[in-house]
């Protein structure tokens, strides 16, 4: 018999309080029966007692079918129809209990043929295989021919379940003492392992800023250094000035005609005193100029510079430095307009260091300047064909006193790039270097059209 009400084992009439007792004891033996565990027993019995002693009151008692109905998941329910003698208040179930509907997975009114009925149910665990005809068969007259216990032994049952809830109870409380004690273990873990933390941030911030003092500190005395340089280098040239000319004017009196004739040796020995005293003033001018530019005493004196005039200038100047026939030296006409804003003196004499030392290190080949507007820039560019520079000596270069090594020969002092540099700066560009060993090198001066 498979219905709606599915394949049933067992029916009992409930009339009189008697009958509640009845009606739990056995359906917690028909739970047991069709595999539903210990806990859904008592379960099935408790909420069972519990209808059956409203639908009692209610109705008069009710006709109780035990079945079990599968689904299409392969698993079953236990399912129990309480079918009441009277029809329910309404036509509808309202347990005095509320905690009824949270035994079962269902608990509902509902129809049966022409019956309305209070339906409950239970899903059995994965584990149970719903019982098939023949072990139904069995199930039935088992349950049938099982005897009836007293009240007596029912409320012993009843009871003992109470006293076994209880404990499970307890332990549960006991589990979560244990579980929140774990929990406030974990948690005085977690705030040791911050306060750690937080105290290893606070010395990492002490040191950063202990060091940050220190590099103040150091940059406060290179500074400092770096100004008494300027000073020494500024005082030693100034005092050396005066000699170094007073040198110059002896040798050239010495080597006049008015004066008395000199032998040939004594003629050669003041020529060389002579060239190497003119050395030494230029090298005592140009540490004057670059302690000056590093002073910062050197103000830019801002005008719209026109740099077709500036180019012919230089080209007139220059021209004369350009001795080797092997090198031809082009100063290109700048395109127009060629107006930018800046101090024309000191461009002009970072324009012509590089000529020079163009010319200097070039012995055949080209010198080429030229003026590119670009952007809102000026890029004035002088290039060579000379020795070239390797690109690890870039930067190098622009130190005070460095030459390349093998240069020397060239007549020099190392200083003219650092003040090049430093003017260029000044006047709110940058002075750049592309450059190869043995293929030529291109400085150029970049420059804002609208002047710093
Ligand atoms: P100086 O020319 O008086 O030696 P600078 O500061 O002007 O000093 O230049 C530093 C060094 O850079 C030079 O000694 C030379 O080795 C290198 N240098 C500068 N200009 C050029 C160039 N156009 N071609 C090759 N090397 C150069």
């Not at 565990?37 to 059956?52: C, G, M, N, Y």
């Not at 220190?214 to 005092?239: G, T, Y």
């Not at 060389?272 to 030494?280: F, G, K, N, Q, V």
């Not at 030459?403 to 540099?421: H, K």
Request: charged residues 25%; proline residues 4%; aromatic residues 4%.
């Amino acid at each position: 018999m498979t219905d709606e009400a599915g394949n049933a084992l067992l029916r009992l009439t409930l009339r009189v309080e008697h009958d509640i007792f009845l009606v739990r004891q056995r359906g917690r033996e028909v739970a047991a029966a069709v595999g539903l565990d210990h806990q859904d027993q008592v379960r099935i019995a408790t909420a069972l007692s519990e209808v059956a002693r409203d639908l009692l009151a209610c109705c008069g008692g009710a006709d109780v079918t035990f079945a079990t109905v599968g689904h299409p998941d392969g698993r079953f329910s236990l399912q129990i129809d309480l079918a009441p003698v009277r029809p329910l208040p309404d036509g509808v179930y309202q347990p005095q209990s509320g905690a009824v509907a949270r035994l079962v997975d269902v608990l509902s009114v509902t129809t049966v043929g022409e019956v309305t009925v209070v339906r409950m149910s239970r899903r059995a665990p994965a584990s149970a295989s719903e019982p098939d005809p023949q072990r139904l068969a069995e199930l039935r007259s088992e349950l049938e021919h099982a005897a009836p216990g007293t009240a007596l032994e029912e409320l012993t049952t009843q009871n003992d379940q109470l006293i076994a809830a209880l404990d499970e109870v307890r332990s549960q409380r006991d589990e979560l003492a244990v579980l929140n004690e774990e929990l406030e273990t974990t948690n005085r873990g977690v705030m040791a392992l911050y306060n750690q933390l937080t105290e290893e941030l606070e010395a990492t911030n002490q040191g950063v800023v202990a060091l940050y003092a220190e590099l103040d500190e150091k940059s406060a005395q290179l500074r400092a250094a770096s100004e008494s340089k300027s000073r020494f280098l500024a005082n030693v040239s100034h005092e050396l000035r005066a000699p170094v000319t007073a040198i110059i004017g002896l040798g050239r009196l010495l080597a006049d005609s008015g004066s008395d004739p000199l032998t040939t040796e004594q003629t050669r020995q003041v020529d060389l005193i002579r060239s190497s005293a003119a050395d030494l003033l230029s090298l005592v001018n140009e540490l004057l100029d670059l302690a000056k530019a590093e002073s910062g005493r050197i103000e830019p004196n801002w005008s719209e510079v026109d740099l077709r005039v500036l180019f012919g200038q230089l080209r007139g100047t220059v021209r004369a430095l350009a001795t080797r026939p092997e090198v031809a030296l082009t100063v290109e006409e700048p395109p127009q307009p060629s107006v930018v804003r800046t101090d024309e003196v000191l461009l002009a004499q970072v324009l012509r260091n590089l000529l020079h030392n163009a010319l200097k290190f070039t012995e055949q080949g080209e010198v080429r300047m030229r003026a590119e507007g670009r952007d809102g820039r000026w890029e004035l560019s002088v290039t060579d064909t000379g020795v070239g520079i390797a690109p690890e000596l870039h930067e190098r270069i622009f130190e005070e006193f460095y030459q390349v090594p093998g240069t020397s020969r060239f007549n020099g002092t190392g200083l003219g790039l650092p003040y090049a540099r430093r003017l260029v700066t000044l006047l709110g560009g940058t002075l750049e270097l592309s450059s190869e060993s043995g293929r030529g090198s291109r400085f150029t001066v970049v420059l804002p059209a609208g002047g710093a």
